[in-house]
């Protein structure tokens, strides 16, 4: 029977549209409210902790109550609560920290342009390839290639981008111009008997082939997230983005990094790009560049492309692009603080030290009959769940929910990305609060396992 909705749930209902999720089931359970939050731990509104094992959503990398953090916005406050980056004007937060971004990004990146949220950020980035290629006399090289499975936003054009159906449906997108190439998803797209060697050279032919059937000259950019998040935990064969890169080279195709969720040290070094062996024209990043204290994005651009918009500007009279908020002088405090943070703390060295305790929770749990693979790369990581022998449920979803469902009861956030079950700690996390994490991992799948026998998901 379901327990009637506390004041708090009832008065969020009746006021509150949340994202992803089933609306008209939340008004039967209602939200789970979070009052507070320390360290790895947040706390609900009946004082019970969890540790959060998504960072919130892949982002608070220095957990939920830095006092560096919190320091550095009030004095910001203090000083000089909101100014913008328009018309020439400018402040010293943003130019310190566009200075730093250069410094510490992955390629030769030349200028940084701010905006709120990820989202902003990829949009901004498909507005950059066109501006270029205008730029530069190329008016008809305006697709972007993307991938299925990719998750980069949810305004009308990284939506997109973005390579899930949920957010194409009933939306009416994805707009023109926007196309989607595999997935680079070994265990689940892989045909019977290929090797991954094999899946790896179909995939690259793949995008050549697209590429050549579209007409190279049709062909801005190719993005990519290092590791796709959001779409599984979806970690690339070996050689993935070098086989990419030299299909893109041969055809004068930018290569954008969406580093939202892997920047700033998730996948153990500073950017997933130097995991990963991308050569970037240019980078998105978001989430881990405040901590998540702040909403703040940015987009790095190499030389090439920056001196091409700044001189197509001077032929306008004006670069026609911005946000009220982009380069927030708060925002741009924080992430200043927050860069400085990850290398005085040496968070890339923690996230290697960790990182074998946090592979071998994700194998030991990918050895559940309920498990079809464990996924990880750095300090973000996931399990697939899926009947023995199989790749996949009948009906998706629901398996992956009651699982992640478990775990909650249990004191330990996951999030259930339909039958994928992702997690991304705080980078700060420790060796003993990741045993904890993953403490009731065993019993959940047995309670999940018992339960999808009886429901008929499993023969």
């Given at each position: 029977m379901t327990k009637p909705l506390s004041n708090m749930q009832q008065r969020d209902v009746e006021a509150v549209l949340h994202p992803y999720t089933d609306a008209m089931?939340?008004?039967?359970?209602?939200?789970?409210?979070?009052?507070?939050?320390?360290?790895?731990?947040?706390?609900?509104?009946?004082?019970?902790?969890?540790?959060?094992?998504?960072?919130?959503?892949?982002c608070s990398g220095l957990g939920f109550s830095d006092r560096e953090l919190i320091e550095a916005a009030k004095e910001q406050l203090d000083k000089l609560p909101y100014y913008h980056l328009f018309g020439g004007r400018s402040h010293e937060p943003g130019m310190e920290l566009a200075e730093k971004i250069k410094e510490i990004a992955p390629g030769n990146m030349a200028r940084v342009?701010?905006?709120?949220?990820?989202?902003?950020?990829?949009?901004?980035?498909?507005?950059?390839?066109?501006?270029?290629?205008?730029?530069?006399?190329?008016?008809?090289?305006?697709?972007?290639?993307?991938?299925?499975?990719?998750?980069?936003?949810?305004?009308?054009?990284?939506?997109?981008?973005?390579?899930?159906?949920?957010?194409?449906?009933?939306?009416?997108?994805?707009?023109?111009r926007i196309l989607h190439t595999a997935s680079p998803h070994y265990w689940k797209e892989a045909s019977d008997g290929e090797s991954e060697a094999e899946f790896l050279a179909r995939l690259v032919k793949e995008l050549e082939d697209m590429i050549e059937r579209e007409g190279p000259d049709t062909i801005a950019a190719f993005i990519a997230e290092p590791v796709m998040g959001a779409g599984?935990?979806?970690?690339?064969?070996?050689?993935?983005?070098?086989?990419?890169?030299?299909?893109?080279?041969?055809?004068?195709?930018?290569?954008?990094?969406?580093?939202?969720?892997?920047?700033?040290?998730?996948?153990?070094?500073?950017?997933g790009a130097q995991t990963m062996g991308m050569q970037p024209t240019s980078v998105s990043?978001?989430?881990?560049?405040?901590?998540?204290?702040?909403?703040?994005?940015?987009?790095?651009?190499?030389?090439?492309?920056?001196?091409?918009?700044?001189?197509?500007s001077g032929r306008i009279g004006?670069?026609?692009?911005?946000?009220?908020?982009?380069?927030?002088?708060?925002?741009?405090?924080?992430?200043?603080?927050?860069?400085?943070?990850?290398?005085r703390r040496n968070i890339v060295g923690h996230v290697r030290d960790v990182t074998p305790t946090f592979h071998r929770l994700l194998r030991e749990a990918g050895q559940h009959?309920?498990?079809?693979?464990?996924?990880?790369?750095?300090?973000?990581?996931?399990?697939?769940?899926?009947?023995?022998?199989?790749?996949?449920?009948?009906?998706?979803?629901?398996?992956?929910?009651?699982?992640?469902?478990?775990?909650?009861?249990?004191?330990?956030?996951f999030r259930s990305l339909g039958d994928v079950l992702a997690v991304c700690p705080p980078m700060i996390i420790s060796e003993a609060e990741l045993e904890e994490l993953f403490a009731p991992m065993h019993e959940a799948l047995d309670v999940t396992y018992n339960w999808a026998r009886s429901e008929g998901h499993l023969a």
């Open positions: 089931k939340l008004r039967t359970t209602g939200a789970h409210m979070i009052t507070r939050a320390e360290g790895v731990r947040v706390f609900d509104d009946r004082g019970r902790g969890y540790i959060e094992g998504m960072a919130g959503l892949w342009i701010f905006q709120s949220s990820g989202s902003e950020a990829n949009d901004t980035q498909i507005k950059l390839a066109w501006y270029y290629n205008n730029a530069i006399g190329r008016p008809q090289k305006k697709k972007i290639i993307s991938r299925m499975k990719a998750y980069h936003g949810v305004t009308i054009a990284s939506a997109s981008l973005t390579g899930l159906p949920p957010n194409h449906r009933d939306f009416d997108l994805p707009i023109d599984g935990v979806i970690v690339p064969p070996e050689g993935y983005f070098p086989a990419i890169q030299a299909v893109l080279d041969r055809h004068d195709i930018l290569m954008i990094d969406d580093e939202v969720i892997t920047g700033f040290g998730r996948t153990g070094n500073w950017f990043m978001a989430k881990q560049l405040t901590g998540s204290y702040v909403p703040l994005s940015a987009v790095a651009m190499n030389r090439d492309m920056a001196e091409a918009i700044e001189e197509n004006t670069f026609g692009h911005g946000f009220t908020y982009g380069g927030h002088p708060l925002g741009c405090a924080v992430g200043l603080k927050a860069l400085e943070i990850y290398e009959p309920l498990v079809g693979e464990a996924r990880m790369c750095g300090l973000m990581g996931c399990i697939e769940v899926a009947p023995e022998g199989r790749k996949g449920f009948e009906k998706p979803g629901a398996v992956g929910t009651r699982l992640m469902e478990e775990l909650v009861a249990r004191g330990s956030i």
